[in-house]
C-alpha cells in the first residue's frame, strides 16, 4: 500500500526525520538495519529512502513520486534497486550470491544501486556471512536497507555494520484514523487498533463475519459474567466453545475480553478517546462507577494470566470456566 510522505512522517517521525536529514546532506550511509514489529512502517519507509536515492527531481531532499524513477521503484521493476525477500522460511545464500553478481556490474540507470532484505532475520548462516563480506566491503554508492522484526536474531557483526533505525508501534488513535479511511466502520476500528498494527489484516477481520461475531460473543459472556458466573459457563459451552477453536483464536478472544477491562479503566481515568468498545460506553460507564481500582486491577491480572496458561497448553473449557469465577472474585488463578 503506497504512502505518502505525509503518511510516513505521523506513522514514524523519528525514523522520517533522521532519513530526511541524511537525504538533505547527502549523507546517505552504506547500509541502515530498519528495526520494528510487523506493521511499523520498514518496507515503505525502505523504498521510499530508495525513491530520495534516485528522484529526478527531489524537493529538499524528499523525491517528487511522479517521475520514471519514483514510479519504477514503487512498482518494483527499477534495475538498480533489489529487493530481496524470503524464499520459503528463510533467505538463502544463493540470493545472496545473485545479489552480488548484479551489484558487481555496472549501475543500468545511474552509479547506484540500492538493495533492501526484507525478513533479514531469516539468513541461513551461510547467506548471513555471505551478506557480510557484501558489507565489508560496500562498492560505491551501493546502499544497503535490511528490514527485521527480530533483531537480536541477527549476527552481531552485520548489525555493527548498519545504521540502526527504530520503528515504534503505531498509536492506536493514529491506526484508527487510518483504518477509518480504509472504509472500516469507527467501531470495528476502535478494536482493530489494539489487536494489530497492520492495516491489511485489519481491513480483513473487519469484513470477516467470524471476527464481527467473535467481538459479540466476548461482549455478552462479559454482560452474563458480572452477574452469574455459572450461566457464563453455560455460555462457554453453548456460545464460545463452537466459535473458539484454534489456539490463535482463543488467544484472541482473551484478548478482546481484556480490552474490555482496560475500557472500564481508561473510563476511570478520562481516557475516552482509547476505548475499545466505544458503543459500549454507557454500560462500561455504569460498570466502571461500581469497579473499584484494586478490583479492576486483579481481573486484569486474571486475564493475562489466562493468557499465560493458554499458552502452556491448558485445556480451553477448564480454563474458560475458571476464567468467569474467578473474574468476579477477581483473585489469579490457580
Known sequence: ???????????????????????????????YLFEGVRGTGKKEMALFLAKGLFCR???????????????????GNHPDVHVIEPDGLSIKKE???????????????????????????????????????FLEEPHPSTTAILLTEQMHQMLPTILSRCQHVGFKPLTPVFFKEK??????HPTLASVLSKLTNQVEEAVELSTDEWFVQARKIMLKLYE?????????????????LPHFKEKSQIDQSLDLFLLIYKDLLYIQTEKLDHLSYPDWLDT?????LQTSARQLSDQ????????????QNMNTQLLMEQLMLKLQGGSALV
Open 1 to 31: 500500500m503506497a504512502e505518502s510522505w505525509d503518511d510516513l512522517q505521523k506513522r514514524q517521525p523519528l525514523a522520517a526525520k533522521m532519513l530526511m536529514n541524511s537525504l538533505q546532506k547527502n549523507r546517505v550511509a552504506h547500509a
Open 57 to 75: 527531481q527531489p524537493v529538499e531532499g524528499v523525491p517528487c513520486m511522479e517521475c520514471d524513477q519514483c514510479h519504477r521503484i514503487a512498482q
Open 95 to 133: 540470493q545472496i550470491r545473485l545479489l552480488q553478481e548484479e551489484f558487481s556490474k555496472t549501475g543500468m540507470e545511474s552509479r547506484r544501486k540500492t538493495y533492501i532484505v526484507n525478513s533479514a532475520d531469516k539468513m541461513t548462516v551461510q547467506a548471513a556471512n555471505s551478506l557480510l563480506k
Open 179 to 184: 483504518l477509518v479511511e480504509e472504509g472500516v
Open 224 to 240: 452474563v459474567q458480572k452477574t452469574d458466573p455459572f450461566e457464563a459457563m453455560t455460555r462457554v459451552q453453548s456460545d464460545y
Open 284 to 288: 462500561f460507564r455504569t460498570d466502571a
Open 300 to 311: 486484569l491480572a486474571v486475564l493475562l494470566e489466562a493468557k499465560r496458561q493458554l499458552q
